[in-house]
């Protein structure tokens, strides 16, 4: 079936390391895809999203990296900080026929940030 | 910066109670949604509303959920008899749904079924 998971459910990195985590998808005709954020007790907060038409899209301090061809998505947070440390979920979703805005979850990584 | 709020934070219920969370979206936005995330799981979408009716819901959503947007302002969840398993953290987002795809998420009522 449909399915969005992580390869890594935990990741720990020194404060103003690079932090890089992963996530593999399943369904080909899902046409965006979008990193949340999630801290303790909090709701998943939106970072950044990409369509599937982009290999690639920046924001601030994050990058979000589509490789369609084998159907994987990175987020990439430079310079991490204490404040980063969270749950990230990468999310699917296909803005089509009726269902539209249906996000699809994956388990989530646990990044913590060392200072 | 316009936000998605929820009441109330924590909902403690018995079994076979009814119980009903409630949603302020963003005042703009057209899309609503309800999503659970049962402890230490992903976060599972459970329905789609716009324009006064359901877009889509999943399995989980069966005869005894039921979603309502009352007024210009709120869109809430029922649960008609809960059961131990509805346990769980309930969120709800909305989205413009105009090009935008982002959902914004509210901060969550957890439920817990005893």
């Known amino acids: 079936g449909e399915s969005v998971g992580l390869h890594l459910p935990t990741l720990s990195v020194q404060e103003g390391d690079n932090s890089i985590i992963n996530c593999a998808y399943s369904?080909?005709?899902?046409?965006?895809f979008i990193w949340y954020k999630q801290e303790s007790g909090k709701g998943p907060q939106f970072i950044i999203d990409?369509?599937?038409?982009?290999d690639k899209r920046q924001g601030q301090r994050v990058t979000v990296l589509l490789n369609k061809t084998v159907k994987h998505l990175s987020l990439q947070i430079a310079a991490t900080q204490p404040g980063d440390s969270a749950v990230y979920f990468c999310?699917?979703?296909?803005?089509?026929?009726?269902?539209?805005?249906?996000?699809?979850f994956g388990q989530g990584t646990i990044l913590t940030v060392h200072p | 910066e316009p936000e998605v709020t929820q009441t109330p934070s924590h909902q403690v219920t018995q079994m076979g109670q009814e119980v009903i969370l409630r949603c302020v979206p963003i005042?703009?936005?057209?899309?609503f949604y309800w999503y659970r995330q049962i402890l230490g799981q992903k976060v599972e979408f459970l329905v789609s509303?716009?324009?006064?009716?359901?877009?889509?819901k999943s399995e989980i959503f069966d005869d005894q959920f039921s979603v309502e947007r009352p007024d210009g302002s709120n869109f809430t969840l029922k649960i008609r008899s809960t059961k131990l398993e509805d346990s769980a953290m309930y969120f709800c987002?909305?989205?413009?749904?105009?090009?935008?795809?982002?959902?914004?998420f509210g901060p969550g009522t957890r439920l817990t079924v005893t």
């Open positions: 987002a909305s989205s413009t749904g105009t090009g935008g795809v982002e959902q914004y």
């Open positions: 369904n080909s005709a899902s046409d965006y």
């Open positions: 990409i369509r599937s038409n982009m």
């Open positions: 999310a699917e979703g296909y803005a089509g026929g009726t269902s539209y805005g249906k996000l699809t």
């Open positions: 005042s703009n936005h057209l899309y």
């Open positions: 509303f716009y324009n006064n009716e359901i877009s889509e």
